[in-house]
């Protein structure tokens, strides 16, 4: 069945340092997507950055990066250069062949000066 | 295109009352997605549609939630004889099958307060 687990209910990091935020899966099928997607205290979910089971190379999209390791079913966010305006929730999520889109239960992101 | 959109943004009833949201995904979006969320977890997969097709409920939609997408635009949600349980934030999604791994838009919910 499918299944994300994001580990970390909390992570907290000074502004200008990197931060990585864990997600591991499972899915029996082949052929599946992953997605980050940030919730500020607004509310809007976000979408940031998209990792195919098929990529061979790792998703980046600005100081976004996706650390992705197929064999152990991981797929880390990793955010370059922190700013105050990073603070918010951060979910992963994934999508296989049933075409459903599920997600983990979040981890949240403090960015201190 | 204004994105997706969710009607109302805001509901307040009381238990027992029955509740109607409306989602209007982006035009040329076939998947649509409801999803609920309360505070400080993720979002949990209720239904979706590929087009007017209703492809999976979760578990989590009991008998009293229906959700319709007639004509394979816009979507409804409803909640009958509403819970203190059901209060939560409901939230839509679309996206478009040109590629099957396309991220999903949302909508900005509706919070729905059961008292």
């Known amino acids: 069945a499918q299944k994300i687990t994001q580990t970390q209910p909390g992570m907290f990091v000074q502004e200008k340092e990197a931060v990585t935020l864990d997600c591991t899966y499972d899915?029996?099928?082949?052929?599946?997507?992953l997605f980050w997607y940030k919730q500020p205290s607004s509310g809007e979910m976000i979408f940031l950055i998209y990792?195919?089971?098929?990529?061979?190379q790792n998703a980046t999209e600005g100081r976004y990066s996706l650390n992705f390791q197929k064999a152990r079913k991981s797929a880390n966010l990793v955010i370059s250069a922190s700013q105050l305006g990073d603070s918010a929730m951060y979910f992963c999520?994934?999508?296989?062949?049933?075409?459903?889109?599920?997600f983990g239960t979040g981890t949240r992101l403090q960015v201190f000066p | 295109d204004t994105g997706v959109s969710q009607n109302p943004r805001h509901k307040i009833t009381k238990r027992g009352q029955n509740v109607t949201f409306r989602c209007d995904p982006i035009s040329e979006h076939n998947r649509l997605y409801w999803y609920r969320q309360t505070l400080g977890q993720g979002p949990e997969f209720l239904t979706y549609?590929?087009?007017?097709?209703?492809?999976?409920k979760s578990r989590l939609l009991s008998d009293r939630f229906s959700a319709e997408r007639p004509k394979g635009s816009f979507s409804t949600l409803e909640i009958q004889r509403t819970e203190q349980g059901d209060s939560a934030m409901y939230l839509c999604?679309?996206?478009?099958?040109?590629?099957?791994?396309?991220?999903?838009?949302f909508g900005q919910g509706t919070r729905l307060t059961v008292v």
């Open positions: 549609f590929q087009n007017e097709a209703q492809l999976e």
């Open positions: 899915t029996s099928d082949p052929s599946y997507g």
């Open positions: 999604a679309s996206s478009s099958n040109r590629d099957k791994n396309t991220e999903a838009f």
């Open positions: 990792q195919g089971s098929y990529d061979q």
């Open positions: 999520a994934m999508r296989d062949n049933t075409d459903k889109l599920i």
